[in-house]
């Protein structure tokens, strides 16, 4: 009988150690061991070498150093997965031969996004779609609930993976879906599936696979309760794109996001709507955003971000209620921290507002994440707005980043986000002033352009009573 044997791996660098360590030795991250047990010998040795014939496998067919201008060189193959919004996180089009990992909390929706991806793709190529999570029961029952017909699909409920790789070999498919990465098993490894090692070597597998003869592969990835990809660091590195799928799951707003793309930007923005018959996509994402916007209520405005090449309206929440603790509460949903205590110590410095007696909430509507400075002047009025108990109007929609000096300053592309206001119905945009003083943007004629220069501006833009 093998003797079992346990190893302390780190999940950041690899690096094996026989005891648990707070702190790598290899990379310096604390808190990254976790325990492996191994059936079998050396775990190091079988990693290292298994890791060594892979990169063989891959540079195998004896590489010749080329020019680089040489025509020769084969140029990559982008072709359109049929939705729109996935074609624009990937950089227009899943790669021939490229590897995409898609994480996301449990949920969310990856299998039902991946089912839809399969029904379109399958229209003209061959797809496989294997599953270590589901039975094939269940996934029919999806396809049927999704009103998928399944030609061109074939489903592998498999999760050993030189078996799917034998199957896959047979079946010849442009497209292999794994869903997910973390159930599934190398025998040669001898760990547990979902175990750092095992994650490793099977994407691996897959990897290969894809750079040997060009098949595209989609992996689903876990994410651990900290948010980020269950498994080890390495894996985002040896795959080409990593996708995140978002949202709240008690809402139906879906983001798909890139955090790494070899062929692409990581910019875009992929938006979907969760529906009874699956993820409908949604090529105005503003619109679902100010679906359902409270009217005359103080604490609301309306905020314009640049995502990707995509300009996006989306509703801010400000609530500042007084405190009962001796140091205040701030909580950001949507937006990051730090930016919302820069602007309230502005505000309170510049406009002497009393924020330290009250406890601040700021949310973005929609669950979707704003990081653009431009939304500072929105978030700005916004609390403004509710410590003051007036209503921003309605139809107003507020842009411009903040300084500490309490300035407001010019942002790219504004032209974009004006044009994005008013096809909203938006009929008063305040603009930063020193994005005026060049050239003033090409407006409708109803629309009202209010020059904003410093945060003292924004107080005239609350409703008046007589509103
Ligand atoms: N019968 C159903 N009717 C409507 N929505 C459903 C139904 N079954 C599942 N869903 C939706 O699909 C989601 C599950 O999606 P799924 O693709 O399995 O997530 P993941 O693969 O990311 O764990 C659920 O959270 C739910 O919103
Ligand atoms: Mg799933």
């Keep these: 009988m093998k003797k079992a044997k346990t190893v302390y791996v780190c999940s950041e660098c690899d690096y094996q150690s026989a005891k648990w360590m707070g702190r790598c030795p290899g990379c310096g991250s604390w808190n990254t061991f976790v325990e492996e047990t191994y059936e079998s010998e050396s775990p190091a040795e079988k990693s290292s070498a298994s890791r060594r014939q892979a990169m063989l496998a891959r540079s195998a067919g004896e590489a010749e150093p080329q020019p680089l201008s040489s025509e020769a060189l084969p140029d990559y193959l982008r072709r359109s997965t049929g939705i729109g919004e996935f074609d624009r996180v990937l950089g227009g089009g899943l790669v021939e031969g490229s590897v995409v990992l898609l994480s996301g909390e449990p949920g969310i929706g990856k299998s039902t996004l991946l089912l839809q991806i399969c029904a379109s793709l399958a229209a003209d190529r061959k797809v496989l779609y ?84 060009g098949t595209s592969v989609i992996l689903v990835g ?26 709240e799951s008690r809402q139906n707003c879906r983001v798909i996001r890139a955090m790494k793309n070899r062929f692409g930007s990581t910019n875009e923005l992929g938006v979907f709507e969760m529906t009874d018959a699956g993820l409908r996509e949604v090529e105005s994402p503003s619109e679902l955003l100010l679906a359902d916007r409270p009217e005359g209520v103080s604490g609301n405005c309306a905020v314009c971000v640049i995502e990707g090449t995509r300009p996006l309206v989306g509703e801010l929440q400000a609530l500042a ?43 973005v509507i929609g669950g ?50 004006i044009r994005e206001g ?25 629309t009202e352009l209010i020059p904003i220069k410093t945060v003292f501006d924004l107080l005239k833009l609350l409703k008046s009573p007589k509103q």
């Design 130 to 213: 294997v599953s270590g999570e589901e039975s094939a029961a269940q996934i029919s029952l999806r396809a049927k609930r999704l009103g998928i017909h399944g030609g061109g699909i074939y489903l592998l409920t498999e999760t050993n993976v030189e078996k799917i790789l034998s199957h896959a070999k047979k079946l010849g498919p442009d497209i292999i879906i794994v869903d997910s990465i973390q159930t599934m098993y190398h025998s040669e490894s001898g760990t547990v599936p979902g175990s750092i090692t095992q994650i490793r070597e099977c994407a691996g597998v897959f990897i290969n696979k894809a750079k040997s003869d």
């Design 222 to 247: 876990h994410v651990n309760k900290e948010g980020s990809i269950a498994g080890p660091k390495v894996l985002e590195h040896m795959v080409d794109t990593v996708l995140y799928f978002e949202g």
């Design 321 to 363: 209620t007084p405190t009962v603790f001796p140091s205040p509460r701030r909580m950001s949903t949507g937006i990051d921290y730090n930016r919302v205590s820069l602007v309230l110590a502005v505000l309170e410095k510049r406009l002497g507002l009393r924020f330290s007696s009250s406890d601040v909430y700021i949310n």
């Design 368 to 417: 979707i994440k704003i990081d653009e400075t431009a939304s500072d002047a929105g978030m700005a009025l916004a609390m403004i707005s509710t410590i003051r108990d007036i209503p921003v109007p309605d139809d107003l929609i507020c842009i411009g980043e903040i300084g500490l000096s309490g300035e407001v300053r010019a942002v790219s592309r504004i032209e974009q986000r």
């Design 422 to 446: 008013e096809r909203l119905g938006f009929s008063k945009i305040a603009v930063p002033s020193r994005n005026l003083s060049k050239s003033k943007p090409q407006t409708k004629q109803e």
